[in-house]
């Protein structure tokens, strides 16, 4: 391939992919105009933990039974990531009674521990 092919392919791979994201300084005009809606799609304790404000609650698991509480006049910008987003958290450890790892001393929690500093929240 040649370079020229290789950098239009690669263009049109960004291109493609800026289809189906926003960046977050889009993402807050878009909100703030009233084009656009956030859906977090975590689940409930993740959510209860800490999100973005005025965004809708949506876990993965409950999509097809409120599709129709989406509103179709503005477009829909969703977010959920981490490895626990749509699943159970993991067994609890003995830095914390709740689920995921912390990263100091490898014990299950979502606060951290007295090795680590805690997660920053948005709520």
């Known amino acids: 391939m040649t370079d020229a092919a290789v950098l239009a ?13 926003i960046d977050v300084v889009a993402a807050e005009r878009a909100v703030a105009s009233g084009a656009a809606v956030l859906v977090d799609t975590r689940r409930q304790e993740s959510w209860e933990h800490g999100h973005i404000a005025g965004a809708l609650h949506l876990p993965t698991t409950e999509i097809e039974a409120r599709i129709d ?4 006049d503005r477009t829909l910008i969703v977010y959920g990531w981490g490895p626990d ?12 009674p709740r ?3 912390c990263a100091s001393c490898s014990a299950a929690t979502s ?3 007295a090795t680590a500093s805690p997660p920053s929240r948005t709520a």
Request: aromatic share 2%.
């Open 69 to 72: 509480d989406l509103p179709r």
């Open 85 to 96: 987003a749509t699943e159970p958290p993991p067994r609890p450890g003995p830095c914390s």
């Open 111 to 113: 606060t951290g521990c």
């Open 9 to 21: 392919s690669r263009l049109a791979h960004v291109e493609a992919r800026l289809a189906f994201e």
């Open 99 to 101: 689920g995921s790892t």
